[in-house]
């Protein structure tokens, strides 16, 4: 049976739906309404960014950026370049580099409030004497030009490894896991080595970081988005020995702290934290590998990088595809916010979260939020299991979840998923439908007439189709 034979198949059921729905439609009169508002949101998963060829490159060069929020130079010259470079490359499947920004309390009035104490560690560790700077594949490098400096880190010789890491929600924390593989390297001469054998001293690393974090800049004088800031250091200086084709598995839990000690020495609550926006990046340097670049200010005696990756750079290396949200359904129903999301993904979806806040507008006009909540989403599906009979993921998946609604509040929400895999991706940022300050405010409920007239009849036939075509047999591949 063909697709297009389903859904003219559908189109009876599916106007029949419409009509049924229509006839029981009430009019709305508030946002406090038991009446359901419908949003359908379409995400188009094909729009990618094409980055420049980096053919050239040996492995995924990693800068470590050492900035502040209160440093005049690194947020009027080393931001504004690294933020672009960022955007420019983010949403490249093969993440061609990977990079962390350690915040310091240099220059200005001192104040950046990302700088605990583990990204000091990580300053000093360099001998870092002021901020901006750059330290690309360990110190190989050491620059403030981003760009040449990543492309001569990418284009060296180095030991060849492959580099996995694996991130998923545990329900209280992440899990990681790294896999680190090493496949020889091409420059070894055992008289030169001093060693008959080609092995690989290695040490790994573990950084959590977070994108697009709000925090303030006592240098500009207000809120800012700032990318990759360095949250914590899960696996330090792990040390070991690698034979060619062997490989060395290390797994890492990790929750979001409720305090966090600031590089002045203090303890502090941490700066609030999307967990949707976490991620981590598994580094690997070659403790034999003292090579030195251009500058002249390469850090000698440290090992050098020899490769990185993020839990997408992984999945691109094991061709897998990322799992995506395809549709949204958000629906308003007294005092619930009741979203359901749809999924794709050949591998089935295994766990859905959503994190989400709320936004209000205080008694000076101010808009505030409140801190990110994180809420496990109930998964339906076909069960997709192993050769032993273990269900791991469901295919066909969608997941559901009920909000509280509060009086003049906005709802802001992501979703964080993981496949079958264990690769994961997150939504962006949404507003929750008919939460919006701005629609509650000038709009006066102009949103609740859409929905009570001709919008709402739009949504209904959306929604028509879409029910018939959810129930249709699963035609996956595995």
């Known amino acids: 049976m063909t697709k297009d034979f389903n859904l003219a198949k559908a189109l009876p059921y599916a106007l029949v739906l419409v009509m049924l729905l229509s006839i029981t439609t009430v009019p709305v009169v508030g946002a406090a309404s ?3 508002i419908v949003e359908v949101k379409h995400f188009d998963n094909d729009d990618t960014t094409s980055a420049e060829s980096m053919d050239q490159w040996t492995h ?5 950026l050492f900035t502040s929020l209160s440093c005049s130079p690194c947020m009027s010259n080393s931001e504004p370049v690294i933020n672009q470079y960022h955007d420019d490359y983010r949403d490249e499947p093969s993440v061609p580099f990977t990079w962390i920004a350690f915040h310091q309390t240099n220059g200005g009035d001192g104040d950046d409030p990302l700088a605990i104490q583990a990204s000091k560690d990580r300053y000093s560790f360099y001998s870092v004497v002021g901020t901006p700077d750059g330290e690309f594949d360990g110190g190989f490098v050491s620059s403030q030009d981003h760009i ?7 284009a060296r010789s180095v030991a060849n490894t492959q580099l996995e890491v694996y991130q ?18 091409d420059d070894f001469f055992p008289i030169i080595s001093g060693s008959l054998t080609d092995t690989l001293d290695y040490s790994v690393y573990l950084f959590v970081i977070e994108d697009d974090v709000l925090a303030y800049s006592s240098q500009e004088g207000m809120e800012v988005i700032t990318h990759n800031v360095h949250r914590a250091t899960v696996i330090d200086d792990d040390q070991g020995s690698l034979a060619i084709d062997e490989t060395y598995t290390v797994v890492a839990d990790w929750s979001i702290p409720e305090t966090v000690v600031m590089s002045g020495g203090g303890e502090v609550p941490i700066h609030p934290v999307n967990a949707a926006n976490i991620s981590v990046v598994a580094v ?3 403790r034999d590998d003292n090579a030195q670049g251009s500058t002249p200010n390469a850090k000698q005696g440290l090992p050098r990088a020899i490769n990185s990756a993020t839990p997408k750079s992984t999945a691109y290396d094991m061709q897998n595809d990322i799992p995506v949200v395809t549709e949204t359904i958000e629906s308003l129903k007294g005092n619930d916010a009741e979203l359901m999301v749809f999924f794709d993904d050949e591998q089935g979806i295994s766990g859905a979260q959503v994190v989400w806040n709320t936004a209000w507008i205080d008694d000076s006009g101010a808009k505030q939020t409140g801190d990110w909540n994180i809420d496990d989403m109930e998964i339906k599906g076909d069960e997709i299991c192993d050769e032993n009979g273990v269900c791991y993921s469901y295919g066909n998946a969608a997941a559901t979840a009920t909000i509280p609604v509060s009086e003049g509040k906005e709802i802001n929400y992501q979703v964080m998923f993981t496949d079958g895999a264990h690769i994961s991706n997150n939504t962006d940022v ?3 439908a008919g939460t919006s300050l701005d629609a509650m405010g000038d709009a006066g409920g102009n949103w609740i007439l859409w929905v009570a007239g001709g919008g709402g009849l739009f949504v209904m036939m959306i929604l028509g189709f879409f029910v018939v075509w959810a129930r249709m047999p699963y035609q996956g591949t595995w």
């Open 34 to 36: 038991d009446a359901a």
């Open 284 to 286: 690997v340097y070659d």
């Open 168 to 185: 998923e929600w545990m329900g209280d924390g992440w899990r990681f896991e790294v896999n680190l593989t090493y496949g020889g390297d």
């Open 60 to 64: 995924r060069p990693i800068e470590e």
């Open 148 to 154: 040449a400096a990543m492309d001569e880190s990418g």
């Open 430 to 432: 949404q507003t929750f």
